[in-house]
Every structure is written in C-alpha cells, then in structure tokens.
C-alpha cells in the first residue's frame, strides 16, 4: 500500500484511497512497460477515471516523483524499524535486507533511476528534510561501527551503490537473477574489520550535494 505523500495537506478517505490505486497502477504499468506507460493504461488498472488521475497527478512526472516519494517514505519506515533490534549488526543488516525487498517492489523506479537520477535524488533529499532519513541512516551506520559490527570505512554514500547494484539483479530475467544470494554476499563483506581497505571514496548518491549527517571518516 502507497504510503501518505510528503505533504502537509490533508486528504479525504476516498480521495486517499484513489491516489493509492493510481500509485499501485503506476507501479505495475512503469515496471511493465516503463516509462513510456499511458495515463490511459494506468486509469484503466486502477479502475478510475483518466480525470481522476489528472487531479492527484497533473502530469506524468508529477505521478513519477509521488512514486519516488512513496518508495523513500517506505525506506524511511524500514529505517525507522531497524533502530528498534537491540543488537547493531543486525539492526544495520535488516534494514539492509528490508530496503532492497522493497526495492523490488518498485522495479517502476528501475529505468527512473537509471535515465532521471535527478528524480530519485530529489525524492530522498525530500524524505531527508521532511522525514529524517539520512539521519536515521546515519544512527544506524554509527551503531554498527561502533559496536564493532560494520567497518569503519563504510560510508552513507555506499547505501544507494549497494541498492543501485541489487536492483539491476532484480530486473534481469534468466541467468544471474539470485540477487538475495548477492545480498549476502555483500553484507559479508562489510562486516567489520574488513580484509582490505576499500579502493576509494563514494562519489556523493547526488550530483551537487552531498547526504547529510555523514558518517565521520575512520582515523
């Protein structure tokens, strides 16, 4: 289910309840047919009107962007629920396991993120004002280090790399599909000491910023 846009207005139920079968529409059309989708194929699939999804969404990349809001609302909720598990690692690792299960429910974002990383970047700089979550991240990243859990050379940068790879897994059909199996992989390595240091430092996610609250360097 479509979580609540980041905004401050208020909305009725029914209204609310139409903007989520429009967002869950978008996101089977967007995965299946990319972004050449119709508004048309999409009213059709949610079982409303094509002036229906004009009033929540004026343009497609309005309908676009509340699809990247929504899918950062989400990773900011998976966050959320990490810092309540007691233990570091684990708490990093779930979130980890948690954020890429969800990117796979929004393979829709795959070719946004690959033609539009602006929108995407926007999209998590919103949740970080509005909702907090690059600083949950970075608690989360502080947490393990410290408790001796995730190495010291990992930065919040390394968050979307790892996302970036995992979701190019999980769109390709055939051989080397076992993304989950991956995912392990990954988090293996990232386990704390490390048997050799990384060869370089992230570019920053975003073009023109770097994420906020980044994790101090090690040394």
Not at 25 to 39: K, N, R, T, V
Not at 81 to 106: C, H, M, Q, T
Not at 178 to 196: K, N, Q, T, Y
């Amino acid at each position: 289910m479509a979580s609540p846009p980041l905004t401050e207005r208020p909305m009725r139920a029914d209204a609310r309840r139409n903007r989520e079968r429009v967002l869950d529409a978008a996101l089977h059309c967007f995965a299946s047919d990319g972004l050449e989708a119709q508004i048309d194929d999409i009213a059709s699939r949610a079982k409303v009107g094509v002036g229906t999804v004009y009033r929540h969404f004026p343009t497609k990349d309005a309908l676009i962007e509340a699809i990247a809001d929504d899918y950062f609302a989400r990773q900011t909720e998976a966050a959320g629920a990490a810092l309540e598990v007691e233990d570091p690692w684990k708490a990093f690792s779930g979130y980890v396991r948690r954020a890429s299960d969800i990117l796979g429910e929004y393979r829709a974002l795959t070719q946004v993120l690959s033609d539009r990383p602006e929108v995407m970047g926007a999209a998590a700089f919103r949740a970080a004002e509005k909702l907090g979550f690059f600083d949950i991240l970075t608690t989360l990243i502080d947490r393990a280090k410290e408790a001796g859990g995730l190495r010291e050379d990992f930065r919040i940068e390394d968050i979307p790399l790892i996302m970036c790879s995992l979701g190019s897994l999980q769109t390709r059909k055939g051989e080397y599909t076992s993304w989950r199996r991956m995912r392990e992989i990954v988090l293996d390595g990232l386990r704390a000491p490390g048997f050799g240091a990384l060869p370089d430092e992230p570019v920053p996610a975003f073009r023109g910023k770097r994420l906020s609250g980044t994790p101090r360097r090690a040394g």
